[in-house]
């Protein structure tokens, strides 16, 4: 037993480093843009993107501050601007997809690139989707009358608005919370591994994989990846790519199962957490859960069948990543 914890310990280390490495310095990068305007600049050029697709302005500050910085930030600008939001409940729950489908890009995308997928084929994937979806839930209402029904933001209005600190009050805020945030997750990939050794010693994770089958034939991922992405997908991209990056090191996982698995972890993750701060917000469960998992099972299905002639040899550990 005490060979096991040692073992264990070992493993999150590792793991957590890796996503230091990756992580941290991303994350500072985007605080500074942040303190020169970066996410106002953002919101700016997404205005006229906002119009196109049938949502107001306001929109535009919103889902840049979620995909520049996170899904967090996304609320408390939510929060910000709620005595200014003008939005049927089809145009509030699209906003939510969008910001389901791109969130914390910078950090999240460094992520799936060490985990051995392309940075630039899966952000767009992940905007494109966003983009996507979002308008063809605001033209089907437009159409249909469906979700038509005004949304009351009052009860945001209500509360006391808390106005992020600029200069160095803002940088101690940022750090404190950065801190907290590394705690957590390490604390996170000990009990995931704990997880996934008690599932796979007990016979569940087999389990789970057979159940996981259907899917998998029509999405074309492994059935090695299978628990690994179910695990991304239920709590997030952040431990799911961990995991990736630890079982692509130690199978050498095919330059195609790596981008199907990542490129649905990209499009789908999260789908407890991130799913129920959505609804807080009113968002419509068909809408931000439902359809999202399906366009996402499509668009994977599709990549799968495209990606068929890409070559299986296996990726040297030394090279995933790159």
Known sequence: MPRYFFDLFNRSQRLFITLIKVMLPVMIVVRIADEFGAVALASDLLSPVMGLIGLPP??????????????????????????????????????CAMMLFAHGLPVEQAIVKRAGASLIATT?????????????????????????????????????????????????DWSMQTVKSLVVSFAVIVGLLIILDVLDKTGITNRI?????????????????APVTTIGVLLGLTYGGALIIDEARKKNFPPRTLF???????????????TAIMLALGADIWVVLVGRVILTLLIIAALARLTLRWQTAPVPATETGN
Not at 140 to 168: H, Q
Not at 209 to 225: A, C, D, F, H, K
Not at 260 to 274: F, V
């Open 260 to 274: 199907l698995s990542l490129s649905w972890l990209s499009l789908s993750h999260s789908l407890i957490e991130d």
């Open 124 to 172: 767009v994937l992940r905007l494109g989707a966003a983009v996507s979806y979002a308008a063809l839930i605001t033209w089907i209402s437009n159409t249909t009358g469906w979700l038509s029904e005004p949304v009351d933001f009052s009860w945001m209005a209500g509360g006391e608005t808390v106005v992020a600190a600029t200069g160095l009050a803002g940088w101690i």
């Open 58 to 95: 306001e929109a535009g500050l919103i889902w840049a501050t979620c995909a520049l910085v996170s899904m967090y930030g996304a609320v408390g600008a939510f929060i910000g601007l709620s005595a200014h939001l003008d939005m049927n409940a089809a145009q509030l729950s699209a906003l």
């Open 209 to 225: 994989t057979n159940g996981m089958m259907p899917i998998l034939r029509v999405s074309g991922l492994s059935r090695e990846v």
